[in-house]
């Protein structure tokens, strides 16, 4: 029987009781494969990632090492959430790195998208390897891999977690959730305790704002960037469109336009709106948001956000426009 197939038989984790008993079959079964050695968690604050750490912290406790590192390209809060829900509420045994100059400094000057994400993706590696290799008696490393990767990997696409790791990382693999899909491990996720801004949260790019910030990454339109982004989620949430919107974020390009502030004229970024909705993100749709919402979102962004003087909104379905802009 291969282990990588979820079986005919398996049930649609939709309900509490179904995550609680699937929680503990894992346990058990973490239990029994890792003893008493360690394993090794590169902890984005993703949902899988997530859902994985509060598993294994439930199974394993301080076995567990997670890894988080901040490449300066999260959105706003995020890394912070990380270490309070992980730290300081599941008591693990994290270590954060902020790698935010590092990352920052390798990509100044690169404007080409392919370049920038495998800057990003590349030193991301790097710095994880880093920090493994400083840790001592580590037999094992934990991924999030979920069913849809491994359909996916099957010739389609580079695995996003398998792909990525060097040769000479001898690890065995635990993968607790490889069997299900997204929604099964946010239902999972919810049954481990985790908040909900975590379980539900949007799919987000490994290069993450990298690939918002359009053009050559400069610190001050990134910020921009994090800033509008945070705005328009904050909006989003309070009037329940975070409910039916499956992707929503800010690009901002390299490019400015003239405006005017406090009387005086003004150059600015445009902050690009995007909303779309899809249901295996081959093909999305455009979401209908009300104006009245588009013109507070567009009133706060270009009031609170320093170097933003436009507000735009993408209405190009996929396809012909991709998702994400890079």
């Keep these: 029987m291969d282990s990588n197939k979820r079986p005919e038989t398996m049930v649609r984790i939709t309900t509490p009781e179904l995550a609680a008993a699937f929680i503990d079959e894992q346990i058990a079964a973490v239990k029994a494969q890792v003893g008493d050695k360690k394993v090794l968690l590169a902890l984005s604050g993703g949902v899988d990632s997530s859902v994985v750490a509060a598993l294994l912290i439930k199974a394993i406790g301080k076995q567990l090492v997670c890894v988080h590192v901040n490449h300066g390209l999260m959105r706003k809060g995020e890394s912070e959430q990380v270490i309070e829900v992980f730290k300081n509420q599941l008591d693990a045994n994290l270590i954060y790195i902020d790698a935010t100059d590092r990352f920052l400094d390798l990509l100044a000057g690169v404007d080409a998208p392919e370049k920038k994400r495998k800057i990003i993706g590349g030193e991301f590696i790097k710095v994880f390897d880093e920090e493994a290799s400083k840790l001592e008696g580590i037999s094992f490393l934990a991924q999030g891999t979920i069913y849809p990767d491994i359909l996916e990997s099957d010739g389609v696409k580079a695995h996003h977690n398998v792909g990525g790791l060097p040769e000479d990382m001898q690890f065995e693999l635990v993968e607790p959730v490889k069997l299900l899909y997204k929604d099964e491990v946010r239902v999972v996720g919810k049954a481990l305790g985790l908040p909900a801004s975590m379980v539900d949260r949007q799919p987000f790019p490994g290069p993450g704002l990298g ?18 982004d945070a705005i ?68 706060r962004i270009t009031s609170e956000v320093e170097g933003i003087n436009r507000v735009l909104y993408d209405l190009t379905p996929k396809p012909i426009g991709t998702i994400e802009w890079e």
Aim: proline content about 5%; some cysteine; overall charge negative.
């Design 232 to 299: 328009l989620r904050e909006e989003f949430d309070n009037a329940g469109l975070n409910q039916t919107v499956w992707q929503y974020f800010i690009a901002v390009p390299d490019m400015k336009s003239v405006g005017v502030k406090d009387s005086k004229r003004y150059e600015g970024w445009p902050a690009i709106i995007r909303a779309v909705n899809t249901t295996d993100a081959m093909s999305a749709t455009i979401e209908e948001i009300p104006y009245p919402l588009l013109h507070k979102i567009t009133e």
């Design 211 to 228: 690939v918002r910030c359009l053009g050559a990454i400069t610190r001050d339109r990134l910020n921009a960037l994090r800033e509008a």
